[in-house]
């Protein structure tokens, strides 16, 4: 090989490494408004919040703060609004989630049923209440739930039906909130109809062949093919039920009420934050929130081989 010869290759290896240079440089500058607000409005004040949580930070005096190690989450042992407020965000989880994902999936067996008439209104008019902000949407179903003026209450006495007390009492505010809920249940309902209308029609066709009817292709084609999407939901609607604030907030002002029912973890947390100004004990219970729901993640990743059905995996 002449010395000319192998001069191309490396003059073409040279103008490659430099179009790639050129091309990467680029590419930084493309991405570096996410870089950058990532790193402003998300990993700092995560770090941040990590470090605060093993001081005695409060906001009314930012320059007196001292370093005491484990104190906060010691402090949160003994504290028994903490586990107050855990156990009412957990009851009301196990009640909504299992609730809401029922109801988007009877919504979006509806949308996707080839005998309803006028699916394409059926699906906007499910879909449109999560365009409403939740505050609004808050306001309005306190006035839907009202004791006395209500139309929910006015329509079971209209029937013979005394009408609960919604929103007073211990025993009903759990079942107001998971109605409430039902309202804004837009994207879960979208995301599970995508997924029933990625079904290979192919596979109903040969169960209507074998003799089975729509109940038993639902539960024997249907659901198992969407387990990812039921899958993709649950978590997170886990993580949403584990950081539920403003509905409570909104109906109860942020007092908890009636007798703590509505005392949700995260609204103990906020109270503490920018209530009584305990930033450092707040930023103890975010983390130790934070560990909660990674932990049922972790579990619920695990336990996914066992029910939820990739067709890649044969």
Do not use: C
Request: hydrophobic share 50%.
């Amino acid at each position: 090989m002449t010395v000319t010869e192998s001069a191309v290759p490396t003059a073409n290896n040279r103008k490659v490494s430099t179009l790639a240079r050129y091309h990467a440089r680029w590419g930084w500058i493309f991405i570096s408004p996410w870089i950058i607000g990532f790193l402003a409005f998300i990993l700092l004040p995560i770090v941040f919040t990590l470090v605060m949580s093993f001081t005695d930070y409060n906001a009314v005096v930012p320059d007196e703060v001292n370093f005491i190690g484990l104190q906060n989450y010691k402090n949160m042992a003994k504290d028994a609004l903490v586990s107050t407020s855990l156990l009412v965000t957990v009851r009301y989880g196990l009640l909504a989630i299992p609730i809401g994902l029922s109801f988007a999936l009877l919504l979006a067996t509806i949308a996707n049923s080839k005998h309803l008439i006028g699916t394409s209104i059926f699906r906007t008019l499910a879909y449109m209440p999560n365009l409403i902000p939740v505050v609004a949407g808050t306001i309005i179903w306190g006035g839907v739930m009202n004791t006395q003026t209500g139309w929910i209450n006015l329509a079971l006495e209209a029937v013979g039906i005394p009408g609960p007390d919604w929103l007073n009492s211990t025993s009903w505010i759990y079942p107001a909130l998971v109605l409430i809920g039902l309202w804004g249940l837009g994207s879960v309902f979208l995301t599970l109809l995508a997924g029933m209308q990625g079904v290979p029609s192919e596979l109903y066709d040969a169960a209507r062949v074998d003799g089975a009817n729509d109940i038993q292709s639902f539960f024997n084609i249907t659901v198992p093919m969407i387990t990812p999407v039921i899958m993709y939901n649950l978590t997170l609607m886990l993580i949403g039920a584990f950081k539920y604030f403003d509905v409570a907030y909104v109906l109860k002002n942020g007092t908890g009420d009636p007798g703590n029912s509505t005392l949700f973890y995260n609204l103990y947390l906020y109270k503490n934050a920018f209530v009584f100004n305990l930033m450092g004990y707040a930023s103890a219970q975010a983390w130790f929130l934070f560990i909660i729901v990674l932990i049922l993640t972790i579990i619920l990743f695990l336990t996914s081989k066992y029910w939820v059905y990739y067709a890649s995996e044969g």
